[in-house]
């Protein structure tokens, strides 16, 4: 990327070296007009007249010739000079080039680890020296402060192995557990995550966030009434968002006597969790008139791969059918 950038600034260098190249080349002389000298003929010619004539006629040939010398001083003044680079346009113009290339680089070029557009260039730098610490320590504390902070930023790429390096050397982290089955949830491996978070809830069952990804795991899972438990769970902990997880339990509780699995059913089961059971947003964005749940093509996809913090969902070609309708209904 940054080699990239060197030759884009090369290029607009040499574009603005060509466009100025003739400002720099020797001022090259305007061709003479051939007036002057027909004009000191003419002169010549009344004046030689003017010798040989008599009274008025005398007298108008020299007017004639004073005219044309006047002519002749006045196009000696109006030849333009040569046009000649001014030197301050010229270093508006590079510094405002300079500018632009400085702005651009630091607002598109990610220089530090975990730096993006969204990430800011302070919490990358506080970012990295977390991870250079954790490195030179190798203590737990160290690689748990690291995780962390990238889970902070959303930059799970990072957090993932920084989690690992804690459980690698504290095996019974909480923390560490915790964050690995929420991360293997959101990375659509559902059943491992609920095995781990099982292990973090009975280990913490006091913290509410591993009971809310474990209730979501479960809900995913075609298992309500194990939902129905770890997000009770969570209420008890003491979680924040209890009027909406208090939903989700109403919501597995009706799913538990439903006869059919209808397409609502099946949002209910497989997307409740994050969109809401009125579809109005929750951990993920809102559906409710949301334009790409009417296309169908769009919520396949996102289906079957995933999408951003949103694991992949499995669903039989029948429940795929009518969740697309419900979809289109909301």
Known sequence: MILAYFFLGLLVALALFYGLRPFFAAPAPFPQSPRPEELRSEVEMLKSQASEAE????????????????????LGSQIPAPRRLAPAPLALVVVAVALLGVGLWRSTVPRLPGETLVTSRNAAREL????????????????????????????????????IKVAELEPKNPVAVRRLGILLFMGGRTQQAVQVL?????????????????????????Q??????????????????????????DTAKAQLTAPVASGQQVYLQKCAACHGAQAQGGIGPTLKGNPVVKVSAAVSEILSKGRGQMPAIQVSPQELKGLLEYLKGL
């Open 198 to 222: 099982e292990i973090a809830t009975k280990a913490e069952p006091q913290v509410s966030e591993g009971w809310l990804f474990l209730g979501n795991a479960y809900f995913q899972l075609g």
């Open 55 to 74: 009274g008025d006629e005398r007298k108008r040939l020299l007017a004639h010739a004073v005219r044309l010398e006047r002519e002749l001083a006045e």
């Open 224 to 249: 309500p009434q194990e939902a129905i438990r770890a997000w009770e769970g969570y209420l008890k902990a003491g979680g924040t968002a209890k009027s909406r997880v208090q939903g989700l339990i």
């Open 128 to 163: 990295l020296g977390l991870e250079n610490a954790a490195k030179a320590s190798n203590k737990a504390a160290d690689w748990l402060a690291y995780a962390n902070k990238a889970y902070d930023l959303q930059d799970f790429g990072r957090a993932v192995p920084a989690y």
